[in-house]
Protein backbone atom coordinates (compact mmCIF):
# COMPACT_ATOMS: atom_id res chain seq x y z
CA UNK A 1 0.00 0.00 0.00
CA UNK A 2 2.87 2.34 0.62
CA UNK A 3 4.68 1.96 -2.01
CA UNK A 4 1.16 2.42 -4.46
CA UNK A 5 0.81 5.72 -2.69
CA UNK A 6 4.10 6.68 -2.84
CA UNK A 7 4.01 5.77 -7.37
CA UNK A 8 0.83 8.62 -7.12
CA UNK A 9 2.48 11.20 -5.65
CA UNK A 10 4.76 13.98 -5.73
CA UNK A 11 8.41 14.08 -5.62
CA UNK A 12 8.21 15.38 -1.89
CA UNK A 13 4.68 13.76 -1.22
CA UNK A 14 6.43 10.54 -2.20
CA UNK A 15 9.29 10.77 0.08
CA UNK A 16 7.25 11.78 3.07
CA UNK A 17 5.46 8.37 2.42
CA UNK A 18 8.50 6.34 2.28
CA UNK A 19 10.07 7.96 5.15
CA UNK A 20 7.03 7.18 7.51
CA UNK A 21 6.87 3.83 5.67
CA UNK A 22 10.51 3.40 6.59
CA UNK A 23 9.97 4.29 10.35
CA UNK A 24 7.06 2.20 10.29
CA UNK A 25 8.66 -0.73 9.05
CA UNK A 26 12.18 -0.44 9.06
CA UNK A 27 12.72 -3.98 7.84
CA UNK A 28 10.93 -3.95 4.29
CA UNK A 29 13.63 -3.47 2.40
CA UNK A 30 11.31 -2.81 -0.69
CA UNK A 31 10.97 0.53 0.94
CA UNK A 32 14.56 1.34 1.20
CA UNK A 33 14.82 0.54 -2.63
CA UNK A 34 11.72 2.46 -4.04
CA UNK A 35 13.63 5.25 -1.53
CA UNK A 36 16.63 5.25 -3.56
CA UNK A 37 14.76 4.74 -6.97
CA UNK A 38 12.68 8.04 -6.52
CA UNK A 39 16.00 10.29 -5.41
CA UNK A 40 17.46 8.81 -8.51
CA UNK A 41 14.12 9.38 -10.97
CA UNK A 42 14.33 13.14 -9.78
CA UNK A 43 18.19 13.37 -10.69
CA UNK A 44 19.50 13.66 -7.14
CA UNK A 45 23.40 12.95 -7.08
CA UNK A 46 25.14 9.20 -6.25
CA UNK A 47 26.13 10.27 -2.60
CA UNK A 48 22.31 11.00 -1.74
CA UNK A 49 21.75 7.87 -3.10
CA UNK A 50 24.45 5.64 -1.84
CA UNK A 51 23.56 6.82 1.36
CA UNK A 52 19.81 5.87 1.71
CA UNK A 53 21.34 1.93 0.31
CA UNK A 54 23.58 2.25 2.81
CA UNK A 55 21.41 3.34 5.64
CA UNK A 56 18.93 0.75 4.86
CA UNK A 57 21.23 -1.79 4.54
CA UNK A 58 22.82 -0.99 8.02
CA UNK A 59 19.15 -2.05 9.04
CA UNK A 60 18.88 -4.92 7.09
CA UNK A 61 22.03 -6.35 7.99
CA UNK A 62 20.87 -7.71 10.90
CA UNK A 63 18.32 -10.00 8.88
CA UNK A 64 20.08 -11.55 5.71
CA UNK A 65 17.79 -12.97 4.20
CA UNK A 66 15.76 -9.76 3.59
CA UNK A 67 19.23 -8.17 2.45
CA UNK A 68 19.13 -11.56 0.10
CA UNK A 69 15.41 -11.29 -0.51
CA UNK A 70 16.01 -7.06 -1.67
CA UNK A 71 18.68 -7.71 -4.04
CA UNK A 72 16.76 -10.79 -5.75
CA UNK A 73 13.79 -8.46 -5.85
CA UNK A 74 15.65 -5.80 -7.23
CA UNK A 75 17.34 -7.98 -10.18
CA UNK A 76 13.46 -9.25 -10.84
CA UNK A 77 12.84 -5.46 -11.31
CA UNK A 78 15.28 -4.75 -13.67
CA UNK A 79 13.61 -3.43 -16.89
CA UNK A 80 16.04 -0.29 -18.03
CA UNK A 81 19.41 0.22 -18.89
CA UNK A 82 21.65 1.46 -16.48
CA UNK A 83 19.64 -0.55 -13.45
CA UNK A 84 22.38 -3.71 -13.80
CA UNK A 85 24.93 -1.10 -12.02
CA UNK A 86 22.78 -0.53 -8.97
CA UNK A 87 21.91 -4.35 -8.58
CA UNK A 88 25.74 -4.76 -8.84
CA UNK A 89 26.48 -1.67 -6.31
CA UNK A 90 23.60 -3.58 -3.78
CA UNK A 91 25.41 -7.13 -4.04
CA UNK A 92 28.78 -5.43 -3.16
CA UNK A 93 27.75 -3.63 -0.29
CA UNK A 94 25.82 -6.71 0.85
CA UNK A 95 29.09 -8.99 0.43
CA UNK A 96 31.11 -6.48 2.27
CA UNK A 97 28.85 -6.45 5.28
CA UNK A 98 29.01 -10.28 5.52
CA UNK A 99 32.03 -11.62 4.15
CA UNK A 100 32.21 -15.02 5.48
CA UNK A 101 28.60 -16.04 5.11
CA UNK A 102 28.14 -18.48 2.11
CA UNK A 103 24.56 -18.19 2.20
CA UNK A 104 25.04 -14.51 0.55
CA UNK A 105 27.89 -15.07 -1.82
CA UNK A 106 25.55 -18.13 -3.48
CA UNK A 107 22.54 -16.48 -3.56
CA UNK A 108 24.44 -13.01 -5.30
CA UNK A 109 26.54 -15.22 -7.56
CA UNK A 110 23.20 -16.62 -8.98
CA UNK A 111 21.65 -13.34 -9.61
CA UNK A 112 24.40 -12.28 -11.61
CA UNK A 113 25.17 -15.77 -13.34
CA UNK A 114 24.12 -14.55 -17.10
CA UNK A 115 26.64 -10.92 -16.72
CA UNK A 116 30.07 -13.05 -17.28
CA UNK A 117 32.15 -10.34 -16.51
CA UNK A 118 30.71 -9.30 -13.08
CA UNK A 119 29.63 -12.89 -12.14
CA UNK A 120 33.32 -13.92 -12.45
CA UNK A 121 34.54 -10.82 -10.40
CA UNK A 122 32.32 -11.62 -8.21
CA UNK A 123 33.47 -15.13 -7.30
CA UNK A 124 36.93 -14.06 -7.42
CA UNK A 125 36.20 -12.01 -4.63
CA UNK A 126 34.35 -14.94 -2.77
CA UNK A 127 37.17 -17.23 -3.12
CA UNK A 128 39.47 -14.72 -1.65
CA UNK A 129 36.96 -14.23 1.73
CA UNK A 130 36.41 -17.72 1.45
CA UNK A 131 39.28 -19.87 -0.66
CA UNK A 132 38.39 -23.30 1.35
CA UNK A 133 34.26 -22.97 0.38
CA UNK A 134 33.16 -26.01 -1.32
CA UNK A 135 30.19 -24.45 -2.61
CA UNK A 136 31.69 -21.16 -3.68
CA UNK A 137 34.60 -23.43 -5.28
CA UNK A 138 31.74 -25.35 -7.27
CA UNK A 139 30.12 -22.73 -8.15
CA UNK A 140 33.25 -21.38 -9.65
CA UNK A 141 33.92 -24.21 -11.71
CA UNK A 142 30.66 -24.72 -12.73
CA UNK A 143 30.51 -21.08 -14.20
CA UNK A 144 34.20 -21.88 -16.06
CA UNK A 145 33.20 -24.89 -17.48
CA UNK A 146 29.84 -23.13 -18.74
CA UNK A 147 32.74 -20.69 -20.68
CA UNK A 148 34.58 -24.13 -21.99
CA UNK A 149 37.87 -23.70 -19.68
CA UNK A 150 37.64 -27.22 -18.82
CA UNK A 151 41.15 -27.02 -16.78
CA UNK A 152 40.55 -24.17 -14.71
CA UNK A 153 37.28 -25.76 -13.81
CA UNK A 154 39.13 -28.71 -12.66
CA UNK A 155 41.36 -26.56 -10.90
CA UNK A 156 38.69 -24.98 -8.84
CA UNK A 157 37.46 -28.43 -8.34
CA UNK A 158 41.02 -29.44 -6.81
CA UNK A 159 41.28 -26.64 -4.33
Not at 15 to 25: D, H, K, M, T
Not at 61 to 78: P, R, V
Not at 102 to 115: G, R, V, Y
Request: hydrophobic letters at 40%.
Amino acid sequence: MWLALAKLETYQKAREVLNRARNILPMEASFWIAAAKLEESVGKDQQLIDKVILKGIKVLQQNKAQLIQAALDFEIGLDKEGQDNELIEIINKSVELHPQDEELWIECIKSLWNKKEEVKKLIERAIEAMPQNENILLYASKKEREEGNIEKAREYLLQ
